[in-house]
């Protein structure tokens, strides 16, 4: 999954590669001008490097597992999942700027019809939150047919709480 970005502070890309059976996150790569991080994980392990325009930092961290819907793969991944009334599930993600892992838990909290450039959906409200109490959280809209996310809301706290919207345009 590649995600790009075109910022007043520079194009950012971020590609996650996923195992195609069970959608565990394999590898991450971030770059932003003189920002870049590596990441691979196996076994209950991450490592990696961190360069901030300076020397290549070494990353070497505990996962505690697996990590799922992490990265450009977050809305995709879990609108893969059997989405149902009252759905909660918990999964780890890994923050490359801390240098740990952190659980997350997808909830799905109503069926809603949601409008956006691209039509009217009948879609599966999901919202995800830190399962640790950070703040933040995210609230997808899955179309319930054909399991495309047609609506993204996201609360920063790195931004001083703004909120990001994105929606399906065709």
């Keep these: 999954m590649t995600e790009t970005i075109k910022t007043p502070q520079g194009d950012a890309s971020d590609v996650t590669v996923l195992d195609k059976a069970t959608l565990a996150v394999r590898t991450r790569?971030?770059?932003?001008?003189?920002?870049?991080?590596?990441?691979a994980f196996e076994g209950g392990k991450a490592t990696g490097?961190?360069?901030?325009?300076?020397?290549a930092q070494a990353i070497s961290a505990d996962t505690g597992g697996p990590l799922f819907a992490d990265g450009p793969a977050t809305f995709r991944s879990v609108a893969a999942l059997s989405l149902k009334d009252g759905y909660t599930v918990t999964f780890r993600n890994?923050?490359?700027?801390?240098?740990?892992a952190s659980l997350k838990q997808a909830k799905v909290i109503a069926m809603e019809d949601v409008t956006v450039p691209a039509g009217t959906f009948k879609a599966w409200k999901v919202e995800i939150t830190s399962a640790e109490g950070e703040p933040g959280h995210q609230t997808i809209w899955v179309d319930a047919t054909s399991r495309r996310i047609v609506k993204v809301s996201a609360v920063l706290p790195e931004m001083g709480g703004?909120?990001?919207?994105?929606?399906?345009?065709?």
Excluded: H, N, Y
């Design 29 to 39: 790569e971030m770059k932003q001008g003189p920002m870049s991080v590596t990441l």
């Design 49 to 55: 490097s961190a360069a901030m325009g300076g020397p």
């Design 94 to 100: 890994f923050d490359a700027m801390k240098r740990k």
């Design 162 to 170: 703004a909120i990001a919207t994105m929606e399906l345009q065709k």
